[in-house]
């Protein structure tokens, strides 16, 4: 069964406000994952972690790998309306997906 | 350009009558892997391979057949589809499946009315 709890479920930004997001698990995980989903379309890896209290951007994106090794989280700032889509994160031992954050923001 | 390429990407079926849905990647990946998407449970493995003729289920197997016959062909087949098999499916490739980064293809919608 799904191991990865991601939060929220859901979120309704507007233009320019920072969107955080999480993922825990009952179990350590090796390498955290990041994907984004654009509508009609499959996820695309944005940000991968491989160790513990690692903090890692890729532009507006910032992740970090919990030091538990059971959670990470990833930030996207002053957000624009391309970032859209659904955010998953993902543990790696057997790439365990969480049931993903639907991002909207309005213009 | 290296990709993933599923087809079809959408596909109505009635109950019992046996699909295949294609997966092909170009980029010499030892690993592939499907997936199911439904709302609210995230993306669930159906079956793996990681290699040529070597496959293996996933979280969610029943229902599904899969084949690797070559590298980089992963074909996903319902022999006998049911409702609760409607649902969206990613193929995805990697080097391996030690990889951190998996190409997902674009998917395909499947409706088994």
């Known amino acids: 069964g799904q191991q990865l709890n991601q939060s929220p479920q859901s979120m309704f930004i507007q233009e320019g406000e920072d969107v955080s997001m999480n993922c825990t698990s009952s179990?350590?995980?090796?390498?955290w994952l990041w994907y984004k989903q654009d509508p009609g379309e499959g996820p695309v890896l944005l940000i991968a972690?491989?160790?513990?209290?690692e903090l890692t951007s890729n532009g507006r994106l910032t992740a970090q790998f919990g030091i538990t090794r059971k959670d990470s989280f990833l930030n996207i700032s002053a957000s624009i309306p391309s970032d859209v889509g659904i955010y998953f994160c993902?543990?790696?031992?057997?790439?365990?997906f969480g049931a993903g954050t639907r991002l909207t923001v309005k213009p | 350009e290296a990709q993933v390429t599923q087809n079809p990407r959408y596909l109505i079926t009635v109950t019992g009558k046996k699909l295949t849905v294609t997966c092909s990647q170009n980029?010499?990946?030892?690993?592939m892997s499907w997936y199911r998407q439904d709302p609210g449970l995230g993306l669930r493995q159906i079956y793996y391979?990681?290699?040529?003729?070597?496959?293996d289920k996933g979280d969610v197997p029943e229902g599904y057949k899969v084949s690797r016959k070559e590298k980089r062909n992963f074909p996903l087949i319902l022999e006998s589809p049911s409702p609760n098999q409607t649902s969206l499916y990613f193929c995805?490739?990697?080097?391996?499946?030690?990889?951190?980064?998996?190409?997902f293809g674009s998917g395909t919608r499947l409706t088994v009315v």
């Open positions: 995805a490739s990697s080097l391996s499946r030690g990889s951190y980064g998996y190409t």
């Open positions: 179990s350590i995980f090796n390498t």
């Open positions: 972690l491989y160790k513990a209290g």
């Open positions: 993902a543990g790696r031992r057997d790439m365990r």
């Open positions: 980029m010499n990946h030892e690993y």
């Open positions: 391979s990681m290699n040529v003729e070597v496959t």
